[in-house]
T-cell receptor
Framework: DTGVSQNPRHKITKRGQNVTFRCDPI?????LYWYRQTLGQGPEFLTY????????KSRLLSDRFSAERPKGSFSTLEIQRTEQGDSAMYLC??????????????FGNGTRLTVT | AQSVTQPDIHITVSEGASLELRCNYS??????LFWYVQSPGQGLQLLLK??????LVQGIKGFEAEFKRSQSSFNLRKPSVHWSDAAEYFC????????FGTGTRLQVFP
């Protein structure tokens, strides 16, 4: 179990630029989640995948946000035309629906985005 | 609507003192309940979880939590706090797409 890996750890970008984050889940986990966390708040659900299928998207996920998990392994989260309000920690988590694992969500260390 | 409330934004305790962090939830079905801990700049680490069965669950680092259905609560406890427990604590309700509370920041004085 190598844990959930997120890259980059930090990203500073200028308003209007596009950014992309990557998440590598725990290898045997078929579900992958994206959350956003702003200062002083708990994580807020954005979207999740089961294998390569995106099963749900939050209303928080505007049209500028897109997430993919093309081969059911790693996932990317892209934000187009970034705004200062997008500054936050973006957390990825994975889990397994296999009952044998009885798996809760395992989180990565996040990508902190700062939009200047 | 599904929600989690953590009434205490910030708690300060002395090292060695006991700790209780409060969590109340609103969930339409049988809840799956979790406590996570987050150190500054880090991701969330699972402390413990409740799915079913014994309502008192043990977790890592000496933490425990008790599920009380009648009070819609899942409070986290530790009998003796260590300075390394200083962090942000989040309660969440599931089962899978977790809904988190706003967190309680724990400060520990020597």
């Amino acid at each position: 179990d190598t844990g959930v890996s997120q890259n980059p750890r930090h990203k500073i970008t200028k308003r209007g630029q596009n950014v992309t984050f990557r998440c590598d889940p725990i290898s045997e986990h078929n579900r992958l989640y994206w959350y956003r966390q702003t200062l002083g708040q708990g994580p807020e659900f954005l979207t999740y995948f089961q294998n390569e299928a995106q099963l749900e998207k939050s209303r928080l996920l505007s049209d500028r946000f897109s997430a993919e998990r093309p081969k059911g392994s790693f996932s990317t989260l892209e934000i187009q035309r970034t705004e200062q309000g997008d500054s936050a920690m973006y957390l990825c988590a994975s889990s397994s629906t296999d009952r044998a694992y009885n798996s809760p969500l395992h989180f990565g260390n996040g990508t902190r985005l700062t939009v200047t | 609507a599904q929600s989690v409330t953590q009434p205490d934004i910030h708690i300060t305790v002395s090292e060695g003192a006991s700790l209780e962090l409060r969590c109340n939830y609103s969930y339409g079905a049988t809840p799956y309940l979790f406590w996570y801990v987050q150190s500054p700049g880090q991701g969330l680490q699972l402390l413990l979880k409740y799915f079913s069965g014994d309502t008192l669950v043990q977790g890592i680092k000496g933490f425990e939590a008790e599920f009380k259905r009648s009070q819609s609560s899942f409070n986290l406890r530790k009998p003796s706090v260590h300075w390394s427990d200083a962090a942000e604590y989040f309660c969440a309700v599931g089962p899978d797409k977790l809904i988190f509370g706003t967190g309680t920041r724990l400060q520990v004085f020597p």
